[in-house]
Each structure stands twice: as structure tokens, then as C-alpha cells.
């Protein structure tokens, strides 16, 4: 195919089906799907996540005074909230004891993919190199085959001869 062939749409949609197989160095690697969040909530650039925060009590943002009955309740939800942190200090810290299990297990599974492709690689070196070792006997083959066929025309010349000698003696 000429360069000016290779440049032009029509000569690259002719060529598209070619262009996924192996054979022909194509790959199906989507780097759309590559990048896909592994969940669709998870933070990361193009997703950043909620900025809301904890917010108990209102801001006072003006001065006040607070009578006894206030005081009192703000005291005991004060100290409910601060056991609420404590626990919910430790609840994030085991989130974020998962996440890192999690992200161990994704790496490892990614390396042992990567392992799997190596060896297909491999193995598919090693039957290619099988097929061009084949290849490369074939006319060794072909030569044993034409004198093989060349016996045999000889042995059936032999053999007719033969014959008609018997015939002519009988």
C-alpha cells in the first residue's frame, strides 16, 4: 500500500479491522476504561468528592448570653459529640485500613496480570518461533516427499516390468 494510501481516511477505515489483531501489533487497551474509577463515587480529579462538613450547632456570630437549661444541653451534647468523634476517629481509621487492604489486593492482582500477559507472551514467542522452525522445514519435506513419489514410480516401473516379463515367458 503506498504512502498516499496509508494517509487517507478511506485507506485507514479499510484498514481498521486489521489494525485490533495481535498480528498486526492492534491492541484492545481502552485507556478510558483503564482510567475508569473503580467506583463511581470515588474521589479523584474529575470527581472531588462532596465539600460538606459536621456542623453541630449553628455559628453564633453574633454575642449572647445562654441561660442555665442552655448551658446544661449544650454541656451534654457536647460530651455526646466528643465520644461521637472519638468513635468516629477510630471508624475512619479502619475505612482507611480497608482502603489500603484493598488497594494491596488491586496491585497484586495487577501484577499478577501483568505476569499472565508476560507469559502468553511467551508463550506465543515460542509458538511463533515453533511455526517459523516449521515453516523453514517444509521444503526439506517437500524434497522427501518428491523422492519418496520418485521410489515409488520406480518400484511400479520395476514391478510392471517385471510382469511383462513373466508374461512373456508364459
Known amino acids: 500500500m503506498g504512502i498516499l494510501a496509508r494517509i487517507t481516511s478511506a485507506a485507514k477505515s479499510s484498514n481498521k479491522s486489521n489494525e485490533s489483531t495481535l498480528s498486526a501489533g492492534g491492541h484492545g487497551i481502552d485507556k478510558n476504561r483503564v482510567l475508569s474509577p473503580t467506583d463511581p463515587t470515588v474521589i479523584n480529579p474529575v470527581n472531588a468528592g462532596s465539600w460538606e462538613t459536621v456542623r453541630t450547632a449553628p455559628v453564633n456570630d453574633t454575642p449572647r448570653y445562654f441561660n442555665k437549661a442552655e448551658a446544661d444541653a449544650l454541656k451534654r451534647i457536647a460530651t455526646q459529640k466528643t465520644e461521637e468523634a472519638r468513635q468516629a476517629k477510630r471508624a475512619y481509621k479502619s475505612l482507611k485500613k480497608l482502603e489500603q487492604s ?48 520418485r521410489a515409488e514410480n520406480k518400484a511400479q516401473q520395476r514391478i510392471d516390468e517385471l510382469k511383462a516379463k513373466v508374461k512373456e515367458k508364459y
Open 102 to 149: 484493598d488497594a494491596q489486593v488491586h496491585t497484586a492482582h495487577r501484577t499478577y496480570i501483568k505476569g499472565v500477559a508476560d507469559s502468553e507472551l511467551t508463550k506465543k514467542r515460542a509458538d511463533a518461533s515453533t511455526a517459523r522452525h516449521l515453516h523453514a522445514l517444509r521444503p526439506e519435506y517437500a524434497k522427501l516427499g518428491f523422492g519418496l513419489d
